[in-house]
Structures are given as C-alpha cells and as structure tokens.
C-alpha cells in the first residue's frame, strides 16, 4: 500500500492525544513512536499525536514536541495536534506540525469547567491564531481546524440547541480557522442529529468546511453514527486504537470509537481506507506491552475478520458503496 | 403507552428464545413470566417466547408450551415461537401462537451442521406448514415467517452468495411462507450488504413480504447495521435484552443487538418504538436475578440516558426522522 493510494475515507487516529490523556499511566515516548510508526506503516494517513498543554496539567502528553518531530520523519503521514490556546498553537508551528486543533466547548457551562473559558475568550485565542497563522509563509501555515465539542449535548445542559452549535462554528471561521470539526466528547450523539446538524453547520460555513466527525462510544452508538456520517458525505474520521481510555461513567465503552471496528466497518461497506486491517490488528500488540493492565476495546479484534472477508480495494466495483 | 399507539419500528425480543438457548443456565418458568410480562408492560409488541424443539436438545426451552399460553394473556402482544419443523409447528398451532419462524439456514454447509438437513429438506418443511396452515379457518392460522439464517455470510462456507438468499426467499415464499426475514447469525453484516441483499429479496418476493431484520453484534456492527435497516425502510428488528447469550468466539460481544441500546437508537433518531425506555431497563434486574452470574451486556443500562434524553413521541415533528 503506497502513500499515494486513493483513499474514500481518512481514519484520523487520535489515540496518543485523546485516549492517553483520559488514562493515569504515561506511556514512554519510545512506545508512543513505535506506535505512531506501526500505524503509518498500517496504512493510517493522519495521526493526531498528542496536545500542547502544560506538562503540569497532563504529564502523559509532556513528550509532544518530540513525538511531533518523530512523526515528521514518516513519508505521508499528517501530522495533528491539539492546541488549547494561542501558546500551544505557537509550539506546534515552531514544531512544524501539519495540522492544528482548538477544541470549543458549544457548552458553556462545560467549557468554563473544563478549560475555565467562555466562549468569547476562547473565540478570542483562535483570533490571535489565525492573526500568527496569517503572518506565516504558507509553506509553515498548519491547516487549523476549529473542534466543535459538546456539540451534541453536554453532561451539564443536556441538548445543545443546533443554532449554538452554527453560530460558534461561524463565529470560529471568521477567527480565522480553515474548517471547524464536531465532537461527540459525551456520547449524546444519534444518526438523525448527525446529519441534520451537519446539514445546519454546512449551510452556514461551506460543505468543505465541515469534513470531519470525532464520535465516542458511550452509548454504544458510534458506529451507527458513523453510517450517518457517511450517507451525508463526511470524509473523516476519528477513531483510537483500542478505544483506550474507556468511560469512566460507562465500564463496558471504549472512550473514542475503536480504529479497528471502524476500518472493518468501512472496508467492509466497500469505502478505501488505505488501511491494511491485518496490520492493524497487530499494533494492539504493542500498545497493550506499554500499557500493562490497561483494558483495550473493541469487537473485531476479538471476533477476527469474517470468513473470506474482502477489504474495499479488492471488492467488485460492483460492491462498493452506493 | 397503550398497546394502540402508533409505532414507526416494531422491535421484537427474542431473548427468551435466542437467548436464553445459548447459555447452559435454565431460567424458571416463573421468571420467564415475569420478564415477558414485564416486557409487554414496558411497552414491547412481539416477543419470541421459545422455541418447539426436543426438550432433550435444548432443555432451556423446554417449557415454550407455557410460556405461549401465558404470554397470550396479554393484552396486544404478539407471540412468537420458532419452530425447526412440521412437528413444532403442529405444536405451535396447537397452542396458539401468533407467528411461527422456522429457519433455514443459506449455507447449506451450516444447514447440514446444524440442523442435519439439506436445503431441500428444509424447504419441504416448509411446504407441509404451509398446507396444514392452508387447512386451517383464518382465526387459528399464525403468521409464517421463513428466517433466512447465515443470509450475510458463514463461519464455514464464508459469502454467501446474494442469488443463493434470493433464490431460497422465492422458494420459502413458493412453499406457503407470509414473509421471510434475514438473519446475521455469525455477525458478519455490514450496512452496504443490508440494503443490496434487502432490495434483492425485496425485487423477488415483493417489498411487503420481507420486513425484518436479525442481527448478532459479533464485530460490534450491529447498530450500523440497524441504521442501514431504518434507511431503505425495514420496519422490524430482533433484539435481545440484555444480550443475553454473548458470543463465544468474541468475549465483549452481546449474541443479538441488545435491545436497550436499540430502543434508545430508535427513539433517539425519531422512530417510535412503543417502548418506554426506563422500564425497559428496570427489566434488567429481573432478568439478572433470574441468571445469577450470567453476563448481561448493553451501553447504555452502564452509561445512562442522555441529560435531556427526549423520547420520539415528544419530540417536535422538525425533529423526526427523516
């Protein structure tokens, strides 16, 4: 599988960022780029590798910078991180990272709890990161992605309403971000209010402005999510390996959706990954070695690949999905 | 909830049958009561409450008789039965039921495995129930369902192909059958396959003659398969509370979707189900109490429902399912 493969759907694994953050155990940076390479070699064509915050804050993800110019080095990989304000982005792009994410709380309730913010503060942070974007050659200019979280319901509101949800997508175009995303960081989210508020966040700021989903697994519904998203057209999507970090509110759920169900279920319904599944499957190996004790999720890991099971690039034209 | 509200999806429980036949635990009579009892209460419509097979074979079921006579004195409620025969389905009329499912099984190697008969046998099964059901007034005949088992592919023969599930729609249709179903008995479905093998049953037996859909969660596809269901317009889906059974080749994974994450799918989305989703729940204790030490699964029974969860009967009509 070369990198220049065409691809129907980019897997964006976000593993090293979301789930190590959410665990007590740090895993060593030495596992966390054997991770990384594992991964790229399977064929994953985006990794978001870990989160400039304050080593004081999460110490899991102190290693970011090196992970960053580890992950550089992989011929076609893109490069993510996540950036939680103005002196984060400012770290990624000295690190040279290809893509940068701010994360916004549609609730504000959750966004001042989780990062002591209101909305227009941190509105504010992604103005001051567009500003430094735009006074950048465009060789250094990450793509800078607005993360619409909470944004299918939060623990503390409940229903976000829709029209929120649009307006602080607006309001983050107009700071300056290339494309904003949405989170299901609760796992509130089902298939009706997939597509209807993706619907409502692409008649505001441009179908190419919203590609992406990240979806959790609370309620056991991610997957059925992701059908949703793929009906409508959505092009990325989030998963971890493992689904590390679970729920704390929930024994049985991985946190994020699980990468190796999610390849299966797409290779399955015949959209190009570029994923080898085989391969895959076998980077769990190495991830539960550095994480001893920690539970790893998913399904097809345990079930194994069905019998006489066609991965999309192999399947009939006749196969692939409508 | 009266039984006469208007429902979008009919969910059926098959619980006390396919259940209840994969774990070495017999559940008492009384419990059983209880829990289709509790089940209708809570606002379920069908419920397949066993199975018409030798008591030496599957002692679990063995008391399928009384459990038919109990649930028809309830209000509203459909009950099934599966039958793997002309005898069980003597017995079945016998006593009553509603509707009758005998399978047949599209991997003949499985058939064979199974349930020691060639598809021919099966398919002549099927022709002296629909002649005996031929001879009987109106009022005593029950439904007849064909259930195409191992539909989306077999853990010995691998794909099965779709001209052979259509082939042998036509000829349980042929032999006297009302409907037929489809069954991923090995949890091999994905949401593309749902809608070709579903539009190609439908373009050879008529739209109306198939309605449901039966899905293991094996590889955790389950619920992405429901949403594929729900798009091209099954209306019928099998569940099983709790998931009771497990998969044995896939240690997290319920047999049948569990049918607590399901409903909350389904009204979620908008789809009225009937079913009020907290005594759905309180179900569980039941059922637990019946089966100590068995495994119950499900996502949302651990997460909870949403803060703010609307059902679909109250929510606005802009919010329905498209």
């Known amino acids: 599988m070369t990198a220049a493969a065409k691809i129907d759907i980019l897997v964006s694994e976000v593993g090293p960022r979301d789930g190590l953050q959410s665990i007590a155990a740090v895993m060593p940076t030495a596992a966390k780029k054997a991770w990384i390479s594992a991964e790229a070699a399977a064929g994953v064509r985006e990794i978001e590798v870990g989160s400039f915050v304050p080593a004081s804050l999460l110490p899991q993800l102190a290693d970011t910078a090196e992970l960053v110019a580890h992950a550089l080095t992989i011929d076609g990989l893109s490069v993510a991180v996540l950036v939680p304000n103005f002196k ?11 893509k940068i994410t701010l994360p916004l709380s549609c609730s504000e309730s959750h966004s001042l709890k989780n990062l002591r913010r209101t909305h227009a503060q941190v509105i504010e942070e992604a103005r001051a990161i567009g500003e430094l974007l735009r006074s950048l050659p465009a060789a250094r200019r990450p793509c800078f992605e607005g993360a619409l979280s909470t944004a299918f319901g939060c623990t503390i509101e409940g229903l976000v309403p829709e029209r929120k949800v649009v307006e602080l997508a607006e309001a983050l175009m107009a700071a300056g971000c290339d494309e904003v995303g949405l989170s299901d960081t609760t796992g509130y989210a089902n298939p009706t209010q997939v597509r209807s508020l993706t619907r409502a966040v692409w008649a505001a700021v441009g179908r190419d402005r919203l590609t992406g989903l990240h979806l959790h697994n609370t309620r056991g519904q991610g997957l059925a999510n992701v059908v949703a998203a793929l009906d409508i057209g959505l092009t990325t999507l989030d998963a971890s390996l493992g689904g590390i970090g ?13 990468t190796e169900d999610l390849v299966f279920l797409l290779e399955a319904m015949g959209y190009r990954t570029g994923i080898d599944i085989d391969r895959l499957l076998a980077v769990r190996r190495l991830v539960q070695a550095a994480l001893p004790g920690e539970t790893l999720y998913g399904f097809v890991p345990d079930a194994g690949l069905p019998k006489g099971f066609v991965p999309a690039a192999a399947q009939a034209p006749a196969l692939v999905a409508e």
């Open 88 to 98: 984060g982005a400012q770290r990624a792009i000295e690190c040279g990272a290809h």
């Open 246 to 258: 679970g729920c704390p509110f929930a024994p049985g759920a991985s946190g994020n959706i699980v």
